[in-house]
């Protein structure tokens, strides 16, 4: 009898910093390849409802998604029932593409709903992880950029851990303005400034930054 051993999906993220960014859209097009329109796409604009409930539906990033995919599933982890499971409600896309807003609520909300657990099942049977701004940062150990410089202040952001697909954090939409401001108030670990149109991808392990890549420490 022949055993056919299954091989492990690769891990495949696509962190950027700005999603409405023109090179932002061209660079997710050559990451997800020419099908990219034929893929199930499930969205979760969690993040955005942290800023005002339902901001995301007048949003750039909504707008975006849906001039790239006619078809997508919009999923509101704050929405559904206790007794719906996330194979009911997210189910096995091809695609996860998690929105910005702010990143501990939709750290608060990842974790209550077992999302963070589940991601791990997904990316390693093949779903490629889309993230933007917050969608981003929490992907990395955890997001208290968001609570320690000014601008930000979420209070407690950083007591969530985050999922950490990256070993380091992630600072978006950032310009040399802040640079001085950022430096004061961050430690000695590993930060990713990323600029608008900027991405960091990871394929198997290995990143790579598609535009300026500037770290702290």
């Known amino acids: 009898m022949k055993i056919v051993i299954a091989k492990e999906k690769i891990m495949r993220l696509f962190l950027a910093s700005q999603m409405k960014h023109p090179k932002s859209v061209v660079r997710l097009k050559d990451f997800l390849g020419r099908d990219y329109q034929n893929k199930n796409v499930v969205y979760i604009p969690t993040a955005s409802n942290g800023q005002k409930w339902g901001a995301w539906k ?13 078809s997508l599933k919009v999923v509101e982890l704050e929405a559904f029932s206790r007794e719906d499971t996330l194979e009911e409600v997210i189910g096995k896309p091809d695609i996860l593409w998690m929105a910005g807003g702010v990143p501990g ?45 000014p601008g930000e202040n979420e209070r407690g952001a950083g007591l969530f851990p985050g999922l950490s697909f990256i070993n380091f954090e992630i600072c ?25 149109g900027d991405i960091l991808t990871v394929v198997e392990g290995r990143k790579v930054v598609l535009g300026e890549e500037t770290y702290l420490n």
């Open 58 to 70: 007048l949003g750039e990033s909504i707008k975006v998604a849906k001039s790239l995919w006619k």
């Open 105 to 149: 609520y939709l750290l608060y909300w990842i974790i209550r709903r077992g999302l963070d657990q589940y991601l791990k099942e997904l990316l390693s049977s093949g779903t490629t992880y889309v993230g933007t701004s917050a969608g981003s940062m929490v992907c990395a150990p955890s997001v208290r950029l968001a609570e320690l410089v």
């Open 172 to 196: 978006p939409h950032y310009d040399e303005s802040k640079y001085e401001t950022i430096r004061k108030f961050w430690g000695k670990s590993k930060l990713l400034l990323l600029k608008d």
